[in-house]
């Protein structure tokens, strides 16, 4: 069954082939962050009139490169939410319609399903795809998810950020020193000339019980930290390094003790935060101290791409769900309302 993905959700224009016998075939993705630079973040018209202009070109050079027509597409999937209302029309309507014209079923994927099966899309040749029961971490600039994976489909939070998201809090904290947006990936890159333990922020949340997440604080630990300082630059890399080891750490605890809640060794690491390279050297860590697993996807896969709504939405539609001809999407949509699939 070969599907067309479409990601709409966001800044980003995403489009892929997955083909369940031959896996992926090809993937297109149109970044917009030049579009939203100058304002500092994403702008949503612009955002929604940008993946008009971007969508269809990208779906022609995606199955150019997949060697496909339209006439070999069995089904559709598209990203109905969450995400920005308007964004998200833009890619349903165009999703819908080419059901429509193709003659082929269509089917609604929520965007942090796409990220959590992720790390499924691609075949690991050494260990071969995690297979639920797991625990994911959801990591976005919109999400900080701790998910029960009891079945494909089946998703019970465990715990969640009650304030910003660990992606939020990256570019909040790239913002106030002077980082240019998106500020998330800059930081860390900043973060790698940093000395470790020259600024030690706390821990937020980990020295009492539970799975829940708070972000906020140590943004504001961070601008105190900064106005204070010589505003050197070895001193903005310094700090730099003791935030991004400060939610790296906080987010290595939670998993721990999520895996424990849970009873499984098995963890799936997903959303933009999940392409940071010393999250992903802690949790390989923590999973070789227990014998478990962390699998993460390619770091190209972590953030908004197509590629993991066409493999979300293959597994609906092999399982025969799709929905009705009608171009619908749900802005504020709850992961757990979800259907088992198969
Ligand atoms: O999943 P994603 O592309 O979009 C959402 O669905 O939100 O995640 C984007 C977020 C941004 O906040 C960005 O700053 C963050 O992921 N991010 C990173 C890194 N790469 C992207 N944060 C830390 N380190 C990175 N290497
Ligand atoms: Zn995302």
Not at 277 to 298: D, I, M, N, Q, Y
Request: aromatic fraction near 6%; include cysteine.
């Amino acid at each position: 069954m070969k599907v067309l993905g479409i990601e709409t959700s966001c800044d980003e224009t995403g489009v892929a082939v997955y083909d369940t016998d031959a896996g992926l075939r090809a993937h297109a993705l149109y970044s917009q962050i030049a579009l939203h630079a100058e304002y500092g973040g994403v702008v949503p018209e612009l955002a929604s009139r940008d993946h008009v202009r971007k969508l269809l070109p990208l779906v022609r050079q995606t199955l150019a490169e997949a060697g496909l027509s339209t006439s070999d597409l069995d089904g559709v999937a598209y990203t109905a939410g969450p995400g920005l209302v308007g964004a998200l029309l833009v890619g349903a309507g165009v999703a819908r319609s080419m059901a429509w014209a193709l003659d082929v079923p269509a089917v609604a994927v929520h965007h942090m399903e796409g990220h959590l099966l992720a790390p499924l899309l691609e075949d690991d040749p050494v260990r071969g795809r995690p297979e639920p029961p797991f625990v994911a971490l959801l990591v976005s600039g919109g999400h900080t998810q701790l998910v029960h994976v009891e079945t494909i489909g089946q998703y019970r939070l465990l715990g969640e950020t009650l304030d910003d998201a660990a992606g939020e809090a990256f570019d909040k904290t790239a913002k106030l020193m002077g980082l240019p947006y998106p500020g998330g990936p800059q930081l860390a890159a900043l973060a790698e000339q940093g000395n470790p333990g020259v600024f030690r922020f706390a821990r937020p949340m980990t020295d009492r019980p539970g799975l829940d997440f708070s972000f906020s604080g140590l943004k504001t630990q961070v601008l105190l930290a900064w106005q204070n300082s010589d505003r050197a630059d070895q001193t903005r890399a310094d700090i730099a390094r003791g935030f991004e080891d400060a939610v790296v750490e906080t987010l290595a605890i939670k998993c721990e003790r999520a895996l424990d809640a849970a009873g499984c060794d098995t963890l799936v690491v997903a959303g933009g935060v999940g392409a940071n390279k010393r999250l992903r050297a802690r949790l390989e860590e923590t999973a070789r101290k227990r014998g478990g697993r962390v699998s993460f996807p390619r770091p190209q896969f972590c953030t908004d791409n197509g590629a993991m709504i066409a493999f979300a939405g293959a597994l609906r539609l092999q399982a025969g769900q799709h929905e009705d001809a009608s171009v619908k999407v749900t802005p504020r949509w709850d992961m757990a309302s979800l259907a088992p699939v198969g």
